[in-house]
């Protein structure tokens, strides 16, 4: 689970994002929309640990963020919106780095990368160099990775970018069951179709603030769009 409180973050006189509240209990599949520059990302990174708040506190499964970095971010599986990988290793070499990052047991390494990479159809490029996979096949080795360590809370920014159709399927139902086994999942996303698609609830972040939570149905009843989709709602609110 997640809980932010006030959380903030500036860059000089800038406020990228401010007293922010937030709650997300175990096996809920969160989504976190807002215009470009209003902060997703900004969270996600302080969420990970990547960058520390100006303000406030991070708990990551009741782990203070800041106390205790290594212990929280072991509860993370992290896929950001650009992701680094080591094209001279093969798919599975670069499993086994983030395993051995985690410091998961390495016995049974090779049956858990196995099963991943069979999740997300890759098994037949296990052997090949990662600079020959596609943008799509990349950003389903990051979530291959992510999972290695079974990890209680994901955290993603982005996660369609470059994925075909049955990719796109593939990550729907992953999301739906991994909440369903109790992960916690907090996503940042400009496709509001995925969002109305999973999400138990949904925040909505403008100009470093967190304007609005609730579920689809309450985010619609609040701007009088019943009848209409999450864009619509969307855009209501954030004007």
Known sequence: MIELKNLSRKYGDFTAVENL???????????????????????????????????????ICDINMEEKPEKAKMKIGFIPDRPYLYEKLTGMEFLKFINDLYSVDGNSFYKNAEEKLAMFSLSDWAGELIESYSHGMKQRLIFAAALLHNPELIIVDEPLVGLDPEGIKMVKDLFINLAKQGVSIFMSTHTLKIAEDVCHRVGIINKGNLIAVGTIDELK???????????????????
């Open 21 to 59: 509240n937030l709650f997300v209990p175990r096996g809920e599949i969160f989504g976190f929309i807002g215009p470009n520059g209003a902060g997703k990302t900004t969270t996600i990174k302080m969420m990970g640990g990547i960058i520390s708040p100006t303000s406030g506190s991070i708990h």
């Open 221 to 239: 009843q609040k701007t009088n769009t019943e009848k209409a989709d999450l864009e619509e709602a969307f855009l209501t609110i954030t004007r």
